[in-house]
């Protein structure tokens, strides 16, 4: 990662040339924190004898990855050491401590991830922190120590017989099918102000991976897309570069009342949409099962097509 990551003497005065574990660790260490490469790679701490450490993080890319820089900046990697988000379900034999998320840690290990591992790996591992599942942490976590240690030969994510490389292949998978269903799903409205508004409840947080579709879709429109269920928004002004941001209680209020005051050829528009789509279907051939199959209960409550009038 940066050139700041670790920068300590080799344990035991091994010198440059030296053979033996020892004499690995600091040559890794030159590359984890060393001045010639901003990469991580997993320290050589002893059996730990301590009781377990859960670090506590903030439910985020930024947060989770700031967790795993810590690790190895304490020399952590190794011992007992968990990372999770939120402060839920507390263990009584355990020391907790809270890790704030840095913007710069993150994004340095950002990039030792991309280099060491490549983009597939990457994305996978992106697509994987954004789920809701509580283990996601935790996986991704020991996938990184995996996969720096050395013992994966070949791609990271194809060694699935590592327990925690199939969970976040699973969790990638997952994400990836939500994020599909988003892009299929989504309908836009114009409001007052000529603005496309579009609304999401998502069962993960894709609004990051959705937003540069639409971005190349309609790079001349002002368009919005809000993600209900965790009060945030992406942001496209036309012609311009799209990005995100939280709401507070009373900005997301705003919001939804702007989503709500449609332009006046809007309401026209969304009846002959609807008119279009009956007519489409052939009353004698419905399937309602697989209907919902096909497009499941929880995505309809924003689509044009399945509002009443």
């Known amino acids: 990662m940066g050139s700041s990551w670790y920068s300590r003497k080799a344990p035991g005065g091994v010198q440059q040339g030296e053979t033996g574990n020892r004499g690995k660790s ?3 260490r030159k590359i984890l924190y060393g001045e010639e490469d901003d990469g991580l790679t997993e320290s050589d701490v002893g059996e ?4 377990e450490l859960i670090l506590i993080c903030e439910d985020s890319v930024e947060g989770i990855l700031t967790a795993i820089y810590r690790i190895y900046e304490w020399k952590l990697c190794g011992k007992r050491v968990k990372i999770q988000t939120g ?27 991309r280099r060491r591992f490549g983009e597939q790996a990457w994305e996978a591992i992106s697509y994987a922190l954004a789920s809701e599942e509580a283990d996601k942490s ?22 699935l017989a590592e327990p925690c490389i199939h969970r976040v292949f699973a969790l990638s998978r997952s994400v990836h099918r939500v994020r599909e269903r988003v ?17 999401i409840t998502p069962d993960a947080d894709v609004l990051a991976f959705v937003m540069p579709h639409f971005a190349d879709r309609f790079p001349l429109e002002n368009f919005v897309i809000l993600d209900e269920r965790r009060a945030a928004a992406g942001i496209h002004p036309a012609g311009k570069a799209w990005f995100l941001t939280k709401l507070s209680k ?8 702007a ?26 051939r419905q399937n309602q099962p697989l209907q919902q ?10 689509m044009t097509e399945f509002q009443k009038k």
């Open 183 to 199: 892009l299929q799903f989504l309908r836009f409205q114009e409001i007052t102000g000529g603005i496309l508004y579009g609304e």
């Open 138 to 159: 935790q996986a991704v976590y020991e996938t990184v120590a995996a996969g720096l240690s050395g013992r994966i030969r070949g791609p990271l994510l194809q060694a």
């Open 87 to 113: 402060a839920s379900d507390l263990c009584l034999f355990a020391q907790y401590r809270e890790v704030m998320p840095d913007a710069e840690c993150a994004a340095k290990v950002a990039r030792t991830l």
């Open 259 to 284: 989503g709500q005051q449609k332009d006046e050829n809007e309401q026209e528009i969304e009846v002959l949409f609807q008119s279009f789509c009956r007519s489409l279907s052939i009353l004698e």
């Open 48 to 51: 730990n004898e301590m009781e």
């Open 293 to 302: 199959q096909l497009v499941p209960l929880k995505y309809r409550m924003h």
């Open 26 to 28: 600091a040559a890794s």
């Open 250 to 257: 009373q900005e997301l209020d705003t919001l939804q009342q």
